[in-house]
């Protein structure tokens, strides 16, 4: 686990050596050798072992059951996503959360029955990578993590620093125990997923590729929590469709505001506004700036360092909230 | 005779005015009570008949669609670079891409519940997205929006954004690096190829 986490860091590091060297390919993926590698061991595993599983599980047990699975670990996540919505400022939507794991937890016997979804309470998507995300954290370098799948330097280490220890399941002291649990999850997780996988394989025209823009634009998504600020695009402007500007105007204006915390209200309502067509995602990382404050400087073709500028603060964020936790009193 | 045709013209006048009347959420709307009312009730299309279902899709949903413009929107910066025949051959193939796409996706339909978010858009905008959300029972709700532009013929989607997923721009990459290494044709060779592997692959009869 350790280990683990130590490859990892060292990988953000490359991700980061990496960003200077211009690639042929996506300015988000200066791994990609590296992730393609990875993205097709992962193919194997999954095709070889977990797929098989999760059909096999599809199968024999009827689908109130799955549902109940699916609940039970849903319920447990919600105490999280709670935090992290209290840790991005949305103190309703954590509530609510917390509420939703009391409901749920009791009336719901243990989780297995959402009830508090039918009772307005609506289950959330956030986790510490969203919270780096809308405190101004730019995602950095793309990654496939082994096993676990698309990732970035910011929401793995995320992931190996926070939402592990913000998880449940890994505060249950009997080790056979937990991973038994961890296993069951995973595959509960795949069986839910097995039509979608599918469809997206049949869609894509290079797998790996269509995997790695949709993880991109939906992380991108769920850090505004489904309300991106639209940038704007200049390949957009070489359409002739009704509506468009030309790319001189696009160009002679400057791009959405972007950002984060507190004041990210303003922003998505400026992006309500007419704006400038929005910018190819690969193009500009989202970067910390006041809100309302136009990157000017962003030039529409111009894009930022792969790994965010402020790179060594992801970690010392990541350090910093680790010591929140124990302040909040999750850890046992 | 002519006064056959004055009428025929006329029809075809008031169709198009009538088309161009229909708010763009009040289009998606009624597409979506549509076909989702035939595919909760239709037992071949429960079953997985994925024929019936394509043509489902063909009848209710793609004459709402503008494939130009998206296969645009795809291109990118490539487009203008595909000479007239070859930006048919792209539409087309992107075409049949995404209708298999639609389809399977509505093949896996299980009586979610689809909400409307209210239209933020300023009167007389020629380009709006409408938003929409999936609740299924258990999980968070899922935003499915519609780009839509103002077309003659009505308003048209060029771009579905399913979870903050563009299934248009997120071909992007994999068209860009096609065209580097093989050309426009060589985009054009390779969709063909999934497009006839697809067909045999659900034993669908090729569009």
Known sequence: MLRCFSGLLLLGALGGLGGCATTGGNPDDPLESYNRAMFTFNDGVDKAIIKPIASGYKAVLPEFARTGVTNFFANLGDIWIGVNNVLQGKVGAGVSDFGRFAINTTVGILGLFDVASNAGLEKHNEDFGQTLGRWGVGSGAFVVLPVLGPSSVRDAISLFAADWHGDPLWYVGNIPARNELYGVRLVDNRANLLDLGQLAEDAALDYYSYVRGAYLQRRRSLIYDGDPPRESDPDRSSESGPGRKSAAQAEGEPAPARLTGASVQPVIAAADQELAPAQEFSGVRPQPAAAGQAAASVGPRSYQPMVPRNYAAVLAVSGETRTGFVRTGLRP | ?207
Request: charged share 25%.
């Open chain 2, 1 to 207: 005779m002519i006064k056959l045709f004055v009428a025929f013209c006329f029809s075809l006048f008031a169709t198009a005015i009538g088309a161009q009347d229909v708010a763009p959420d009040a289009l998606i709307r009624s597409i979506s009570d549509d076909v989702i009312g035939i595919v909760k009730q239709d037992k071949d299309i429960k079953a997985g008949n994925r024929s019936k279902i394509n043509d489902l899709v063909e009848a209710k949903v793609l004459p709402h669609f503008s494939f130009n413009h998206m296969t645009a929107l795809a291109m990118g910066r490539n487009w203008p670079k595909a000479n007239a025949e070859q930006q048919k051959a792209l539409v087309a193939e992107f075409r049949a891409l995404l209708v298999h796409t639609y389809s399977g996706a509505l093949s896996t339909y299980k009586n979610e519940v689809i909400e409307f978010r209210p239209l933020r858009a300023a009167a007389g905008d020629p380009d709006v997205t409408v938003r929409t959300q999936v609740k299924r029972p258990g999980t968070e709700p899922i935003g499915i929006d519609y780009s839509m532009e103002k077309t003659p013929g009505g308003w048209k989607v060029y771009d579905v954004v399913v979870g903050g997923v563009s299934l248009v721009t997120n071909y992007r990459d994999s068209f860009n690096a096609e065209i580097r290494e093989n050309g426009v044709d060589g985009l054009i060779k390779s969709l063909a190829s999934k497009n006839r592997s697809l067909a045999t692959q659900s034993g669908a009869k090729p569009k």
